[in-house]
């Protein structure tokens, strides 16, 4: 069982890690392309379109992280397309469709080395009253944001010990 320590360690770590790296992780127009492209689907099709690409780890396997501009997403390249690029292509959908969209970072906190080995990027979004969990699908409709951030503990990785923190949220007119 992790500390209480632990955790707040991790939590502080993490929250000054996305801080830095908004730095580097800009939000970009959407194209025409995409835009067209978000507008023409509904949340099922878009998902099912999206998780037709290929997964492919950041450089170095991950160590080097980053995420793409949300439109060359659908572009062929052999690195780069990992949990957050889904997630921000996704957040960019919901955004273009009048939903609130926001970003965080889950991690399994049951050891210092393990929160880092299970970082993962999730978004939620709301509209009309009600809140859904993307984890390269979609969850719910669920009441609260915290009822969607919750369904993370089905995954075994994030059932215990686990900690959520705010990344961002995607807003795009």
């Given at each position: 069982?992790?500390?209480?320590r ?6 502080t770590?993490?929250k000054?890690y996305l801080?830095?790296r908004k730095?580097w992780d800009?939000?970009?127009?959407p ?13 099922r099709?878009?998902v099912d379109y999206?998780?037709?690409m290929?997964?492919?780890?950041d450089p170095?396997?991950?160590l ?11 572009e062929?390249r052999?690195?780069s397309?990992?949990c ?13 469709n ?12 049951t050891?210092?080395l ?12 709301h509209?009309d009253?009600?809140?859904y969990l993307?984890?390269?699908d ?5 009441d609260?944001e915290?009822?969607a951030?919750d ?6 990785t994030?059932?215990?010990e686990?900690i959520?923190?705010?990344y961002?949220e995607?807003?795009?007119?």
């Open positions: 069982m992790a500390s209480d632990l955790k707040s360690f991790v939590k770590g993490t000054i801080q830095l730095l800009k939000i970009p127009e194209t025409e392309e995409f835009r067209n492209l978000c507008m023409s689907m509904d949340f099709e878009f999206v998780n037709t290929e997964y492919q780890y170095l396997h991950g080097l992280d980053n995420t793409y501009d949300y439109n060359k997403f659908f062929n052999t690195e397309k990992d957050d690029d889904f997630c921000r292509v996704v957040m960019a959908w919901g955004s273009l009048g939903y609130e969209a926001k970003e965080y970072v889950v991690c399994s906190c050891s210092l393990k929160s880092f080995e299970t970082f993962h990027v999730i978004g939620t979004l509209k009253g009600k809140y993307s984890n390269y979609l969850y719910g409709p669920f609260t915290q009822e951030l369904l993370m503990s089905c995954w075994e994030y059932r215990d686990r959520t923190v705010f961002r995607i807003k795009i007119l």
